[in-house]
């Protein structure tokens, strides 16, 4: 009699169901909306994504797959946002920071590793500063210290054109300045995504055009954008597109120059919206990053910088 020593093909396990909860918050009257998706074990702590202005709880559905193997993936509609409520634009970011606390203590999440990106890195900028305790890592993507003056500019403009109904022309205007003009260098998928991001504005209904258009852009006019608060010395990470036109390299830098120890770096071949021109290679970054994996031989990526140790 013989044995078959021969060991069975080797068969691929099936990755964990995903599993995806929406919870309804309040905090301090006004009604806000966390959604929270798992898979499986995490080997770090969840990823929080605060996005900008015109973002909420479902515009990071393309990247978290990547990002399910390594961490939760919690993403919210804070007051302001998406299906939350309405807030007034004399709430600013410490309310929103505020905000976020709440949401994190109601959902149990502990420690998180926190994303901003442009108005959510003012959030997430001022929630590191206010509850050091609850951050394991800081990731802020199109941030500034300051508010440029042609931004301010072009804010008070797009609020006429808002209160005169002209949707057309205030899309036309959004695209263009959230974009790099042409010539700036080669960005990836720049036509159609400049396409998309238009009908999407043009899509949106009266309510949401005076959400993300009018009460943002006052709430950023009336409030302290950065405020220079101590910030915990954990791993921070600051990136942007190379071609970024609206918060440039040179901003971006200024912001890791005043964060202990900060990582500064640019993705190539993309501008501001290198979060949809560049999603593989922004999540790539983000596991590199969130895993402790070094970042400095990445392809899509320039050298990275330590601009407050250089200072």
């Not at 515009?59 to 299906?83: E, F, K």
């Not at 770096?265 to 970054?285: G, P």
């Amino acid at each position: 009699m013989s044995i078959d020593t021969a060991l069975p093909p080797q068969v691929e396990l099936e990755a964990p169901p995903v599993v995806v909860s929406e919870h309804t918050l309040t905090f301090d009257g006004f009604r806000y909306v966390a959604r929270v998706v798992r898979q499986g074990d995490s080997v770090t702590a969840p990823l929080l994504l605060l996005g900008g202005s015109s973002q909420d709880r479902f515009s990071w559905i393309r990247h978290q797959a990547a990002l399910l193997p390594l961490c939760d993936v919690v993403t919210v509609d804070l007051p302001g946002y998406g299906d939350a409520d309405q807030l007034p634009p004399r709430y600013g970011t410490d309310f929103l920071a505020a905000a976020t606390r709440h949401m994190v203590d109601a959902l149990g999440l502990g420690e998180v590793n926190l994303f901003g990106g442009c108005f959510g890195g003012s959030i997430a900028l001022r929630f590191a500063q206010h509850y050091p305790e609850l951050v394991e890592r800081l990731v802020l993507v199109g941030m500034t210290t300051t508010v440029p003056p042609e931004y301010e500019q072009a804010a008070t403009r797009w609020l006429g054109m808002l209160d005169e109904g002209r949707y057309e022309e205030m899309a036309r205007e959004l695209v263009s300045r959230f974009m790099a003009p042409a010539g700036s260098g080669t960005i990836r998928r720049q036509a159609a995504i400049g396409r998309l991001i238009h009908r999407q504005f043009l899509e949106q209904t009266p309510r949401q055009f005076e959400m993300a258009v009018a009460d943002h852009n006052r709430r950023l006019m009336r409030h302290e954008w950065y405020r220079p608060e101590p910030v915990p010395a954990v791993p921070t990470l600051v990136f942007t597109g190379e071609h970024d036109s609206l918060t440039p390299p040179g901003l971006g830098r200024g912001v890791a120059a005043v964060l202990p120890g900060a990582v500064f770096t640019t993705v190539k071949d993309a501008d501001h919206l290198v979060h949809m021109e560049r999603i593989e290679e922004f999540t790539d970054l983000l596991a590199h990053f969130l895993t402790d994996c070094p970042i400095d031989a990445l392809p899509y990526c320039t050298p990275p910088e330590c601009p407050s140790v250089a200072g």
